[in-house]
DNA sequence: TTGTAAGCGTTATCAT
DNA sequence: ATGATAACGCTTACAA
């Protein structure tokens, strides 16, 4: 109802101690007798007082909370991630400032300043990239910052990722063991470093096993599902078709499911399909999706940690990176390409679909 | 580099004017001639100015962010609905302090103590009850609240929710019209207000169409997909079985439609399936669930404007309520009963399943 | 139109 | 072991 909350002073005058050994004794300073401390947070509790956070806020300096900058939170992949940063955030008692900036350059220069107007403790942001002058103001402030799934270009942070080419290499090596040789891929976001390591290692993985090298069978997405639907449409336009379609994402390898089964195309029997993050719903038997797994809460766990120490220790060592692994999760969106004699060695799969399978 | 950032003196001293010239300027307030404010604006881009969020925190008792209290953002309603919100808090630019409380009560009440200690202007509440104490907290705080699907159930607050009976009417209504009689209904969360009104009205409507009142047709689930998944399993056991089921929610839907496929059973030719949110994935041609859509990024964007209108204005007025329509998805989870003749008015039905349909 | 000064609620320094 | 005091950076009366 009042509206107003008790001060330190008026603790301090219910306890008849100072102000400053209320704070003394409400922080464990070690200079406080025991029975005035135990006094002090028994009244405390009484009348229900904590300390105002932009008060000592304007005197330490610091906010306890973090900036966690996203694109769309709206993306299955990025609320794991935000588990795991929350999670080990919490513990430490700060609190996580969500800012989504559907991927516009002035919304992410706007919520930088405004988040180094809050002076947050630290700074998180994922599968972005901050330009020149963001960062910049950023180091200038001496906010830690963490990068996760997109390296800086030329301000080194540090960083949390997945080893994108080992995990794509696993997935080319997989459908080649099956027996396939012209394998499309479906490109992610145009200019991410992410979509680029892993199409890099998409053309690196054709030419070590020597594959169809069709240039055709490399087609633009931006890691949305329409765009793997429409790749997929246009890869089973093609004269000579692929017999399985990597997607960077699982969302393009979900949309890519959805074109093929309105083409009327069988999935594993026609075509493989595999995609990349295993996301939540991938494994939906209805989807039961074969994809690379990306360690989700593990990324966000890591990344907290990596920021959470350089908030407590030294900021002038140098950035550290730490490197998930991704693993194959085989699923039933993949087989065998058609008339085909039987592979070398064949994993187990799930069939799919109803009655369709292999 | 530096870590020091100019302050409004530095400005100040740089114009040659007071720092409460500065301000004023920066406020646009009318008592300052156009050059000052000119200058005082050009030098405080120049040395990259920004007032401290903790001082002027301090001195205004705002704080300029929002609390968002969610249970598990990584629940694929819940991105929706803080896409909304974000959208319009960021256009006041206000932040958003992201509290996911897993449902954990201790949680949620170091949450809200958190977020009053850091003076936010106002919280939203998301699918969750704050308990009797917390509640009291906020309204002595004089912060301004919203809740969003649970109504609080003695203070009451700004409210935003949908109409969960006609949505549920409208679910069983359509299946009724294909000829239903026997539809079972899947719980949702043991003592959530919005899980009790959509279990209420499914009785309702059972009653008011002279259904199969069976009270083995109701199953308590969670609202999470195993659930959904074990609901049917158990539905399926019944020696006379339901020819529909109607979920509290889609991800308990989808659990069903994963179930019903492992039991080789068809959707929807013997079996139809109705879920309710109408999440993103719902759509997907693989899963094609018919559903009740709740418009989420709208209660996103309703509760964010309720408490922004809350803050700006009148805190005494009495509590405003929002309530969104449902509407009804028909895809391809529902067909009439098996063995049943004609119905009497079908709508046109996207034919799921790969040639299963009827 | 501008400047002076008080005060928001803490914590740290320095006395006592 | 405790208390007085200054300072953090800002906004707003009020004075000039």
Redesign the interface.
Known sequence: ???V?PTILDLAALCGVSPATVSNALADKPNVKAETRDLVRRKAREI?Y??????R??RL?R?W?IG?VVG???N?F???V??GV?DVV?RE?K??????TDFQAE?KT?YV???????IDGMIVLSQILDAQDME?V????IPLVTVNRRAPDFSTDYVGIDNQSGVRMAVDYLVSLGHRRIAFVKGLFRSSSADDRFAAYQAAVQAHGLDGDPSLAVQGDYS?ESGDSAARSLMALSQRPTAILAANDLMA?GA??AL??LGI?VPADVSVVGFDNI??AE????NLTTINHPKRETGDAAARLLLQRIAGDRNEPPRSVVLKPSLIVRGTTAPPPSTPKPRRRRPVTVR????GG
């Open positions: 109802m009042s509206g909350r229900g904590h300390a105002s956070s932009a008060a806020g304007l300096g906010s909370s966690l769309d939170i709206a299955p990025v609320p794991d935000v588990r929350e919490w008692r609190n996580l400032i969500l800012c989504n919304k706007a300043r405004s988040l180094l107007d809050k002076q103001r180091a200038a402030a001496g599902m979900l499911l959805g089964h309105d069988r939540q719903l939906h038997p209805l989807l679909g109803t009655g369709d």
